[in-house]
């Protein structure tokens, strides 16, 4: 065997061994530092809004006090932590997190964690919503610089794709919720059909969103530091998180979608609590 070839062969057999997996404590301290507890606060806010609009696009004449309870539950931050968490740290078993560690211990990563959160609870609002949207439209013209790094970083973390994939399931769980309470009768090949024929919606929304998040959410921070951010998650720790966070995400999104589509069953058949 060819010198080359041997220390290769040597090299791939060893490589598994030079990777140090997560330990539970790093994870603990990765899963503090992205600032994990406040995110899913705030997405159980929102969700909380949401299921309002929901009964009115539904049932609007019904629901009230026993909705707001069910929905209430629903979100409950604990049992959605464990449940993200829980997929967070199997996504992330075998990953070397210390670069990770060392980008979030930074100041740049803690300004960033910090500017997420704000912009991800600002743009709850409506109101904002359509202002960030508006600045991103101004960002095309006008400073196309920036708005080609937020190209950059929605290529590198695959947002779109993730999050259509993310919307069209929790959509299909929800209407597997209406079903199995009795909600209507569709079978799966037609739940399938009709959370299909949305996906052009769910995209044009999508991708409206990340884009006004994005432009709100880094406006603070200098084109070198949006620049080190992409190149951490463009790296393979920062790919395996980004990972994770959407494996966290997406289980929580459909269980919610499925209890979701099954406390609204109850009421689309008539029982109001």
């Known amino acids: ?47 909380e809004g949401q299921g309002e609009e929901l009964r009115e696009q539904m049932f609007p004449d019904r629901g009230g006090a026993g909705w707001s309870s069910l929905v209430t539950a629903i979100y409950e931050t604990g049992p959605l932590e464990t449940a ?9 078993a075998e990953t070397d997190v210390t670069p990770l560690l060392d980008f979030y211990a930074d100041e740049t990563g803690r300004k960033i964690v910090r500017l997420e959160a704000d912009a991800r609870r600002a743009i709850i609002s409506d109101e904002v919503e359509e202002a960030a949207k508006t600045a991103y439209a101004k960002l095309l013209e006008e400073d196309t610089a920036r708005a080609d790094q937020l190209d950059a970083f929605v290529g590198v973390n695959d947002l779109i794709e993730r999050n259509v994939a993310g919307a069209l399931n929790s959509s299909l769980a929800f209407y597997r919720g209406l079903g ?17 024929s949305r996906e052009p919606e769910y995209r044009a929304d999508t991708e409206s969103w990340v884009y006004a998040y994005l432009t709100l959410a880094y406006d603070a921070l200098e084109d070198d530091e949006l620049a080190a951010y992409v190149d951490m998650a463009g790296t393979r720790e920062g790919r395996d998180l980004n990972a994770a966070l959407f494996a966290g995400f997406h289980g929580i999104f459909q269980d919610v979608g499925y209890r979701l589509g099954r406390a609204a069953s109850t009421f689309m058949v008539g029982e109001d609590l």
């Open 1 to 47: 065997m060819p010198i080359r070839r041997l220390v290769s062969a040597v090299l791939i057999a060893l490589s598994p061994l030079t990777a140090a997996a997560a330990t539970d404590e790093e994870l603990d301290t990765l899963y503090d530092a992205l600032g994990i507890e406040e995110l899913i606060e705030i997405v159980a806010e929102e969700g």
């Open 84 to 92: 993200f968490r829980k997929e967070f740290d199997a996504a992330l």
């Open 180 to 196: 199995d309470g009795g909600g209507f009768e569709m079978g799966e090949s037609d739940m399938l059909s009709e959370v299909w």
